[in-house]
């Protein structure tokens, strides 16, 4: 049996549940972070065999991501950076969701407290900021505030006296603005298609851009309701002057046609590697200028391996299904998923030893056991289990479900679907057990679910790891003027070795690692729960 390093409780701690005992008051943007919030969540041990335990924990990993990251007098999240925050706003919207499905009664008061902080963040995102950034971090936003609009649409529908609607022409604006942003990136003169990663260096095409452009696309065709503020601005502020826009109705073929373009791109671009995983993107070699675009074609690729590249895709082609009805979507999604599975060691005989992007069954990037992984890298295992669990919810079998726009799948298909779900299930369960594991005295997860570990894993050959290690200072990557372009997220990390605890290696125990364990736990419960 693999070893796990296992946190124990001080002798002194009385076990309590992981609900808390009073009820959580509205928040106050004036108050300073910290006061006011009596509640601190308390280590409560869990086999997580089932959703009966890991829909309390699924709260709990709420609460502590709340509780010890909020920062209410900002209205955010302060240790984060921008695009790390849209995520951790979009695992709040998609946990609310849970909770409103499957327990709305009994967990009425937290379902107001965080969704008033979801409403806060709107006010304290750096929208503005985040407008000139790369356009991976402009298409998190769009599913963030796409999340937000979901779990509105669903909880108003069980809540008669739920309010939200109220926030969700602002919400839609917001997802309306980035998208129209984001696809300027779409370019067709390099590499017949795809997505730029950013104009600020030399161009390159990447895997995590452009399955974001066919989520957030397939989105705002599925969830966007329509927007008639005719601002370009994505503030919402009549103080701010900006060009205007034409008002935009909901469903709107646009965003479908862009979705497939994307899809039709990406599934032939040779982004995969011999396992069936995403590798990070194509440079063009050669390329110097814009008058000199060298091959012109995406045929110098970076090998590297991040998780995130695996999961973003998985609700594109399930958006993709639910829009057309086509199964050659779901069926790629299942190939993806079945690759990871495969990748991480699970049912393998040897099951300690690397596979590809994990081992002992459990999902890793390669910066986990060193204590390297950056700011951005912490964040992206949550997010590889985000949407894998949206790509597992069940198919619409009817009107009601699917409304206008949804195609209806026939029995035999759901219960297809389900049954391919279902499969993943024990896999999705070994990771949450692991990720629980990790949790120290205050319930902060750590980034490193799979300690410890005898495989010691290296990117492979022709990998730059830039996402830990720094965009490199070449000419591949660089614009010959050689532009100052921000590297948030992308610092390198320099670990302790000699620390006792692994996960507080490096970075230690984050707002990111905190937001990895809540991805990874609703998740599990969506798969348990099977409805």
């Not at 706003?89 to 979801?118: M, N, R």
């Not at 198919?395 to 949804?406: G, I, K």
Request: hydrophobic share 35%; glycine share 8%.
């Amino acid at each position: 049996m693999v070893y796990h390093f296992i946190l124990l409780l001080l002798s002194t701690c009385t076990v309590v549940s992981d609900r808390a005992k009073a009820p959580r008051q509205p928040i106050d943007p004036t108050q300073h972070p910290g006061t006011g919030r009596s509640y601190r969540p308390r280590l409560r041990p869990r086999s997580l065999e089932d959703s009966t335990e890991g829909f309390p924990a699924m709260v709990n990993a709420l609460e502590v991501m709340q509780s010890e990251f909020w920062d209410p007098s900002t209205s955010t999240w302060s240790a984060g950076i921008d695009w790390t925050r849209a995520v951790f706003s979009t695992h709040v919207s998609a946990t609310l969701s849970t909770i409103a499905k499957y327990q709305a009664g009994a967990y009425q008061s937290e379902i107001a407290t965080y969704f008033d902080e979801v409403v806060a963040f709107y006010g304290g995102e750096n929208a503005t900021s985040l407008t000139q950034q790369k356009y991976d971090d402009m298409l998190w936003v769009i599913l963030e505030w796409l999340e937000a609009i979901k779990f509105v649409r669903y909880y108003s529908s069980v809540d008669s006296s739920f309010e939200g609607n109220h926030y969700v022409p602002e919400f839609a604006h917001r997802a309306r603005v980035f998208w129209d942003l984001a696809s300027q990136g779409y370019n067709t003169s390099l590499c017949e298609g795809g997505m730029l990663w950013t104009n600020q260096l030399a161009p390159y095409k990447n895997a995590i851009t452009n399955q974001l452009f066919l989520t957030s696309s397939v989105g705002m065709y599925l969830y966007f309701p329509g927007d008639n503020d005719t601002s370009s601005s994505p503030l919402n502020s009549p103080d701010v002057t900006s060009a205007s826009l034409l008002p935009m109705k909901a469903h709107d073929q646009r965003y479908l046609n862009a979705a497939i373009m994307e899809y039709q791109w990406l599934s032939t671009s040779n982004m995969t590697n011999a396992q069936g995983l995403y590798v990070d993107g194509f440079h063009i070699t050669n390329w110097t200028s814009t008058t000199s675009i060298g091959t012109g074609k995406c045929d110098a690729r970076d090998e590297s391996i991040y998780t995130y590249n695996q999961g973003v895709f998985l609700s594109g082609v399930r958006g993709l299904w639910d829009a057309t009805g086509d199964s050659t979507y779901l069926t790629d999604g299942y190939t993806l998923v079945h690759n990871v599975i495969a990748a991480t060691g699970w049912g393998a005989k040897t099951s300690s030893a690397w596979a590809g992007i994990g081992s002992d069954g459990i999902l890793r990037d390669f910066c986990d056991v060193d204590g390297s992984c950056s700011q951005d890298a912490q964040n992206f295992k949550g997010i590889f289990f985000h949407h894998l669990a949206l790509f597992c919810e069940p198919l619409a079998l009817d009107n009601q479900q699917a409304q206008d726009f949804v195609f209806t799948a026939t029995a035999a298909k759901a219960q297809d679907h389900q049954s391919k779900c279902d499969g993943y299930a024990a896999w999705v369960r070994h990771n949450a057990q692991a990720a629980y594991r990790t949790r120290n005295q205050t319930g902060v997860y750590g980034g490193w679910w799979d300690v410890p570990s005898r495989s010691r894993p290296r990117q492979p050959v022709g990998a730059s790891d830039y996402r830990n290690k720094g965009i490199p200072q070449n000419r591949i990557w660089r614009l010959p003027s050689h532009p100052v372009v921000s590297q948030d997220g992308m610092n390198p990390v320099y670990n302790g070795s000699s620390i006792p605890d692994p996960n507080e290696r490096g970075r230690g125990r984050t707002v990111e690692t905190q937001s990895g364990g809540l991805g990874v736990m609703r998740c599990f419960v969506q798969m348990e729960e099977k409805v």
